[in-house]
């Protein structure tokens, strides 16, 4: 059988009686702590905890591949009992999900035992909602991590959700690194820099919440001009964006938080991206229209320019119906139909050999 078993946030002291209990018959116990760190304190207790019911038992380390392999876990299930101990809540890690799947599969009797979860911990203790989160993403410390943060926290600003921001930690020969949220803030006013969809500034307002669930937790909020100066110490830490904000959540904020700026809504100003193409093309139309039909006025050839006019004329009507689309929340129709104005302006250039987007 295996059990995967959960210890909360508070360490070998979150070990409820019943998980140890299971712990006191099984033959095998791992314990992994790739999702999040257990210190050396934690770790010997726990082993005490256990080693005073039978000499034998004693948690094994298990890194990361090793889990993700799961080979010789699900081997051993078959014929003896194994308990996987995880920090926070077991199923919350994918790979551990993964892993129940696996030994469901091979007809291994697997049982979970919940705990609390340090995800749902720490938006409780920020005083934010939990149902106006959007989806949760990680930050690693690869530039490319970066662009699927920023996109994923367009994403919920969109929908006025929050964004919960999990930040790189990593375990190697009992050294931990956790990525530091000023390095999060500084990778993410890089790639606004780049796409500029006016997601990340030095105004926006962000929650940092460290070591949750430990005696030396703090969480902060302010906006990013203020946290960037600040020094948030070992890890782990998680960074939330707040997006709108119910009058409650603002006030839990000032109250729960080291609050060093008034909360903000910083899904306000946020557009789509159809909003922003039109926004910023049908003016360039409108002026290559005007462009071209002063050209064409220049031209002795009335005869031969009315064919032109008359596509300017279609070009306009376009560029109108796109606006209209817009204001009745048809962005993708908006979008096609500015593409059609361009078009038929591009035409009269290449027909012309005079590029009005130019001038």
């Excluded at 508070?10 to 006191?24: H, N």
């Excluded at 959700?161 to 009992?174: A, F, G, M, V």
């Amino acid at each position: 059988m295996l059990w995967l078993i959960g210890i909360g946030i508070t360490g070998y002291k979150g070990v409820s009686l019943y998980a140890l209990d299971i712990l006191k018959k099984c033959n095998i116990i791992y314990f992994e702590r790739f999702t999040s760190p257990l210190n050396e304190d934690d770790l010997f207790n726990l082993n005490s905890l256990i080693e005073g019911h039978n000499n034998r038992r004693k948690i094994i380390l298990a890194q990361r591949w090793f889990i993700e392999d799961g080979k010789q876990i699900i081997e051993q299930a078959k014929n003896e009992n194994v308990a996987l101990i995880t920090y926070g809540d077991p199923l919350i890690a994918t790979t551990l999900s993964e892993l129940e799947i696996r030994a469901r599969k091979n007809s291994i009797k697997v049982d979970i035992v919940h705990a609390a979860s340090g995800i749902t911990s720490l938006i409780g203790e920020s005083g934010l909602h939990i149902y106006k989160f959007g989806r949760t993403v990680t930050m690693m410390s690869c530039p490319q991590s970066a662009i699927s943060v920023y996109n994923t926290i367009f994403d919920n600003l969109l929908s006025g959700n929050h964004t919960l921001i999990l930040t790189e930690y990593n375990s190697d020969h009992n050294k931990f690194f956790f990525l530091d949220p000023i390095q999060v803030f500084k990778m993410l006013i890089e790639v606004e820099k780049d796409i500029k969809y006016n997601v990340f500034s030095d105004e926006t307002f962000a929650i940092v919440a460290s070591r949750i669930g430990t005696e030396q937790k703090k969480i902060i909020s302010g906006k990013i001009k203020s946290l960037i100066g600040m020094s948030f110490e070992t890890g782990p830490h998680s960074i939330i964006i707040t997006g709108s904000l119910h009058f409650t959540e603002s006030d839990a904020v000032r109250t729960l938080t080291i609050n060093t700026d008034e909360p903000i809504d910083n899904a306000e100003n946020i557009q789509k991206i159809s909003v922003n193409m039109i926004k910023r093309y049908s003016p360039k139309a409108k002026q290559a229209i005007k462009q071209m039909r002063e050209i064409l006025a220049g031209e002795d050839m009335p005869s031969l320019n009315k064919g032109s006019i008359e596509v300017l004329e279609n070009a306009e009507l376009y560029i109108d119906d796109a606006e209209r689309f817009l204001r009745q929340g048809k962005h993708e129709l908006a979008v096609l139909t500015i593409g059609y104005a361009e078009g038929l302006i591009d035409a009269l250039r290449f027909q012309k050999g005079i590029n009005p987007w130019l001038l």
